[in-house]
Antibody, heavy 122, light 111 residues
Framework: EVQLLESGGGLVQPGGSLTLSCVAS????????MNWVRQAPGKGLEWVSG????????YYADSVKGRFTISRDNSKNTLYLHMNSLRADDTAVYFC???????????????WGQGTLVTVSS | QSALTQPPSASGSPGQSVTISCTGT?????????VSWYQQHPGKAPKLMIY???KRPSGVPDRFSGSKSGNTASLTVSGLQAEDEADYYC???????????FGTGTKVTVL
């Protein structure tokens, strides 16, 4: 069974930094691209970032470009999201999601982790 | 990149059908056959219900079906059941610059 478990969320002040982790199991982690999708409280889903299976290609939404960095350690079956210069509008539940293939070039997200809450507030 | 447009709410009685629309542009929904639909119960993670416009993952009941015409995709839930009450989101691949856009979400209520 494929499982994704996020961690690392919490309360951080505006301008601060935080790193999220997502540990994967039940599939060949390095064979699949991975993504981060977030959901602000009471709002809809927003794709944030994606990374290819080997980690050589990374993609970002304009809203986080230059502030967030996605990475992965295939030896540890772990996906990361390094978040800098955090703003109040980054407050959201962050989900990691497995992609349909090695590259991000048309596909879908399945399955999703349970999410981790990031709150940016002073 | 703007979110795809969905109606805020939809409802039906048990056994009835409900159809949710998802309107985008020729740069996303209309340009690619990579529309997917996700079901989300309160406090839970989204679950894939439809991928590649019309395909159902194993384990998803055949009461769920998808279609697309031009820039608008649709999800139909037939034979509504109480457990279908949830939020539903569409998503589309939008090319190598934008990557992905999600819909605004539709709350389905089973009356």
């Amino acid at each position: 069974e494929v499982q994704l478990l996020e961690s690392g969320g919490g309360l951080v002040q505006p301008g601060g930094s935080l790193t999220l982790s997502c540990v994967a199991s039940g599939f060949s982690f390095s064979s699949y691209a991975m993504n981060w999708v977030r959901q602000a409280p009471g709002k809809g889903l927003e794709w944030v970032s994606g990374i290819s299976g080997g980690g050589d290609y990374t993609y970002y939404a304009d809203s986080v470009k230059g502030r967030f960095t996605i990475s992965r350690d295939n030896s540890k079956n772990t996906l990361y999201l390094h978040m800098n210069s955090l703003r109040a509008d980054d407050t959201a539940v962050y989900f990691c999601a497995k992609y349909r293939g090695y590259l991000i070039a048309g596909g879908w997200f399945d399955p999703w982790g349970q999410g981790t809450l990031v709150t940016v507030s002073s | 990149q703007s979110a795809l447009t969905q109606p805020p709410s939809a409802s039906g009685s048990p056994g009835q059908s409900v159809t949710i629309s998802c309107t985008g542009t020729s740069s996303d929904v209309g340009g690619y056959n990579f529309v997917s639909w996700y079901q989300q119960h309160p406090g839970k993670a989204p679950k894939l219900m439809i991928y590649e416009v019309t395909k159902r993952p194993s384990g998803v009941p055949d009461r769920f079906s998808g279609s697309k015409s031009g820039n608008t995709a649709s999800l139909t839930v037939s034979g509504l059941q109480a457990e279908d009450e949830a939020d539903y989101y569409c998503s589309s691949y939008a090319g190598s610059n934008i990557l992905y856009v999600f819909g605004t979400g539709t709350k389905v209520t089973v009356l």
